[in-house]
């Protein structure tokens, strides 16, 4: 678990050579045009029961608006530690995210999911607005959301 | 330097402010208006469980409920995968209407906070909240200032135009502007983190929760124990995780509910700084607090009046400096003028004077009282012209004279000489003159001549003045500066009323129509036509020079720019040059003349009950005030004259506006018939109900010789003494103005 935590914690800091066995993945979430503020979003990854596992990233500057992003929030604690390096701006209505990351191998088709939460000042908070296997095999398929997310779909390298 | 602090950042805000005051406004009505839709349970009549079961009922699929401090609740749900949001009746759970933030309010709010350009937008609003904050600070120093202090803030302001409307706006909005501005101020200085915000203590989830089979959330404790009015949000658990719980947060704090057991679980209460952070935002956006919004909303309507007249006071300001002529150094000056000026009027009398003394071959330096040196090698002569702001305060020019003053090093021998400007009517006429003439005695320099007062700018006072000093100084000096326009209108006598010629006091009431001035093209296009008369009201004055004569002479006019013409009541001096010169005239004949502002008498508008008060040409002004109240408001008129058959002024008008009730009584005086019988007498005579008439506040206006008013203002005097008031207090509650000639 720990091992899991370390590697995503250095995800971010493109390529890593010295992890022969990680794979570069870029999520992209398309937004929907839900007509309000920019979106925060968390992309997140879990167990099969939906136990939070790590942070893939976080869109969103202030951390005081957090807390609701729900379900992340709760399995992540809200604790700096497990976001810190991996923030950026929120995602204004109708655009999309782009976000390329190293894994680890073992991270893929282990039975792990990506997860995204989603919230926006002065409407509602979606928690698991994206549920999807981390698999070889789902890579490249477009799957929709049930609340501010339009299309999401991961690309492995 | 107040003054640089209020103007500088005006200017430079003024764009943007009138952006932000402007969506402020429209924000302003959003609490009202989701006060008005939203249903608000009595205190202790709804807890939060019940509100979660009757929502439950109607929603299976609730996974939030939020309530806006405005009482509006909110239910977000899932229905068959899809997320929605309803409108519910808390009493209810029943929905009113599908939840859709209005787009036009978030498009507003952008605007009002960021300009519509995130976070470098956000910083300047920040800024111009801050400028905001220094505009109303320096405003209101500058208000108490000119109004004498701050006691007198509520007191009529005089002045008139944009001066006027921009104070009168400005000391009623301030309040609402000051705490918008510093709220605003505060929230942007917090989220660039130049304020802490006080620690927003976030409770951390539960490690452990009882796992066992949830409870209806109607009979959750944890909700129970919660009104319904202190929800701000209650989350629930996601359906199906036995480990998941209900997020409840209020007014008083945040935690949450075990869905089996309904305990609460890691509660945290709000920190002190996290309320204050709170009632900070509160107070700027109205959230909850409808009517506060509204206030706020009001005031800030105000911005753009204010903009708009500030940018035309600084501008006329601007337009009347006066740049100076040929001016010797501080090293070669054999005189030395120094001036005291607020607005800059001062100086155009003071140029003059350089001027004429240049003429005469003396070496001149002029410059602002602020910039006196510590000595002047050559001068034999200092020359001190000066204003007085507000109740005998120093005018920006001179604020740093008397503290400079104390490092002065006069020659001995050096003379000197103070005139000032200001207004008769204002308590304290000259005042800071006064206190200049005293100092400088006090320094140790001799008068070369005895300080002189120059009233509302008079030309013929100011080359009186010229007079004397030239005969002092042994040199020409003929002074004929003349604050009033330069441009004068042709006007043309259509018809002259004569009284008095029986009781040698030849009076007669004059009405011109102004000519139309049809010199180029551009003036006689049609609409330039309606603009060839200056606006003006009566109590406003009609300057006249004489053929021959650059000084203008000022008679009150009577009658308005509505009236189409300018009536004026004018007395035949004796050896008298103008009133010789009007009286001459025979209609079709045509003078040339000036509008000069009079905004200092004028009868105060609403119910007041207003006294007016004349003798003789004086009831010219009064005339035209009962001419124009058509509303009907009290006026009454109390006027002496030599005989009623030869000098009774206006007798038919007056008859008729008694007959509308546009004069409520009329009390005449005559001191050439068998009453024998002034002003004053009529004045006594009416006592009592005058007493009670000041008593509810009426204000008094008299218009005629000095001599008269003075009489009038001992008369009043010991009418108002039982009331333990004077003529004095009254004047500074602008309860009692004198036109007096």
């Known amino acids: ?129 994206v549920v999807v296997p981390l698999t070889t095999e789902g890579s490249g398929k477009t799957v929709s959301g049930r609340g501010y997310v339009q299309s999401f779909v991961y690309d492995l390298k | 330097m107040l003054r640089k602090l209020h103007g500088l950042p005006g200017l430079v805000a003024a764009l943007l402010l009138v952006v932000l005051a402007t969506s402020g406004v429209v924000l302003s009505v959003v609490p009202a208006l989701e006060r008005s839709g939203a249903v608000v349970p009595a205190a202790g009549e709804l807890s939060v469980a019940g509100l979660a079961e009757r929502v439950i009922t109607n929603y299976p699929g609730t996974e939030q409920i939020a309530r806006s401090l405005s009482g509006e609740v909110v239910v977000y749900y899932s229905q068959d995968g899809q997320p929605g949001a309803d409108l519910v009746n808390p009493l209810t759970g029943e929905g009113i209407a599908p939840y859709q933030p209005s787009a036009f309010v978030r498009w507003v709010k952008n605007l009002h906070r960021s300009f519509l350009m995130d976070d470098v937008g956000r910083m300047l609003a920040g800024v111009w909240a801050a400028l905001m904050v220094l505009i109303c600070l320096s405003g209101a120093f500058l208000l108490a200032r000119r109004l004498g202090g701050w006691k007198a803030m509520l007191q009529p302001i005089p002045g008139s135009g944009s001066p006027r409307i921009h104070a009168e706006l400005a000391r009623f909005a301030v309040i609402g502007l000051l705490l918008s501005a510093l709220t605003g101020s505060y929230m942007s200085a917090v989220r660039f983190g ?41 989350v629930f658990p996601f359906p199906d995780d036995p480990t998941d719980v209900y997020s409840l947060s209020t007014t008083q704090g945040s935690g949450f509910v075990d869905q089996a057991t309904g305990e609460l679980l890691q509660y945290q209460a709000r920190s002190t700084g996290s309320q204050f952070h709170h009632w900070m935002v509160r107070l700027h956006t109205g959230e ?30 601007r337009s009347s400096a006066i740049s100076l002529g040929e001016n010797a150094s501080i090293e070669a000056a054999d005189t030395v003028i120094l001036v005291g000026s607020e607005g800059n009027t001062t100086w155009g009398f003071a140029k003059d004077l350089q001027n004429k003394l240049n003429q005469a071959g003396k070496k001149v330096h002029c410059a602002p009282m602020n910039d006196l040196a510590v000595h002047y090698p050559k001068a034999s ?98 002074l004929t500066h003349n604050p009033a326009p330069a441009v004068t209108s042709e006007f043309e006598l259509v018809e002259r009323v004569d009284y008095g010629v029986a009781v040698n006091a030849p009076t007669s009431i004059l009405r011109f129509k102004p000519l139309k001035n049809s010199r180029n093209l551009w003036q006689r296009l049609p609409f330039q036509n309606r603009k060839q008369l200056p606006d003006f009201e009566a109590g406003d004055l009609l300057g006249v020079a004489p053929p021959g004569d650059e000084a203008a002479r000022f008679y009150s006019l009577a009658s308005s720019a509505s009236d189409g013409i300018l009536e004026i009541c004018v007395r035949k001096q004796t050896n008298g040059l103008c009133s010789g010169y009007l009286h001459s005239l025979k209609p079709g004949d045509r003078i040339a ?52 058959d030869s000098d009774f002024l206006y007798q038919p008008e007056l008859g008729r506006y008694l007959d509308d009730q546009r004069l409520t009584r009329l009390n ?74």
């Open chain 2, 593 to 644: 003349g000036f509008i000069q502002k009079n905004p200092g008498f004028r009868p105060a508008g609403g119910t007041t009950p207003i006294i007016l008060v004349g003798a003789g040409a004086g009831i010219g002004p009064l005339a035209g005030f009962i001419r124009k109240n058509t509303e009907r408001n009290p006026m009454y008129l109390y006027w002496g004259g030599r005989n009623p």
């Open chain 2, 381 to 478: 002569v200092l020359f001190i012209l000066t204003s007085t702001y507000g109740d005998g305060d120093a005018p920006s020019s001179a604020s740093q004279f008397l503290t400079r003053l104390e490092h002065f090093q006069p020659d001995d021998g050096l003379e000197f000489v103070v005139l000032g400007f200001g207004d008769q009517q204002f308590p304290k006429f000259c005042q800071y003159a006064l206190d200049v003439d005293t100092a400088l005695s006090n320094k140790g320099l001799q008068h070369m001549h005895p300080l002189t007062r120059i009233d509302r700018g008079s030309a013929t006072q100011f080359r009186e003045w010229g007079e004397a000093i030239s005969e002092r100084m042994g040199i020409p000096l003929v």
């Open chain 1, 1 to 129: 678990m720990k091992k899991i935590l370390f590697a995503l914690g250095l995800a971010t800091v493109m390529a890593l050579p010295a992890y022969a066995q990680a794979r570069e993945v870029t999520f992209t979430t398309q937004l929907k045009n839900y007509g309000g503020d920019g979106a925060y979003l968390a992309l997140y990854l879990t167990d099969a029961d939906g136990q939070y596992q790590g942070t893939l990233w976080i869109a969103g500057e202030k951390s005081k608006y957090y807390k609701h992003l729900r379900d992340w929030a709760r399995g992540s604690g809200l604790k700096q530690a497990e976001y810190d390096g991996l923030t950026g701006a929120s995602v204004t209505s109708g655009r999309a995210l782009k976000v390329t990351l190293e894994l680890e191998d073992a991270l893929i088709d282990s039975g792990y999911q990506v997860r995204v939460d989603t919230a926006v000042e002065d409407m509602r908070d979606n928690r698991a607005d």
């Open chain 2, 194 to 234: 130049l304020l802490p915000e006080g620690a927003s203590t976030e409770p951390t989830f539960p490690a452990e929760v009882s796992g066992g089979v949830p409870a209806p959330a109607g009979s959750l404790k944890a909700l129970k124990n919660v009104d319904v009015n202190e929800l701000r949000e209650l």
């Open chain 2, 668 to 741: 005449t005086a005559f001191s050439r018939s068998a009453e024998n019988a002034y002003v004053q007498d009529a004045i006594v005579a009416d006592e009592t109900a005058l007493r009670h008439q000041i008593e509810i506040g009426a204000q008094i206006l008299v218009c005629g010789g000095r001599e008269m008013a003075a009489g009038v203002r001992q008369v009043f005097d010991s009418i108002l003494k039982p009331l333990h008031m004077d003529v004095e207090e009254l004047r500074t509650e602008g309860r009692y103005l004198e036109d007096v000639y």
């Open chain 2, 288 to 317: 909850g607090l409808w009517w506060l919004g509204l206030i706020l909303g009001l005031a800030a309507l105000t911005v753009p009046v204010l903009s708009f007249t500030g940018l035309q006071i600084w501008w006329q300001r």
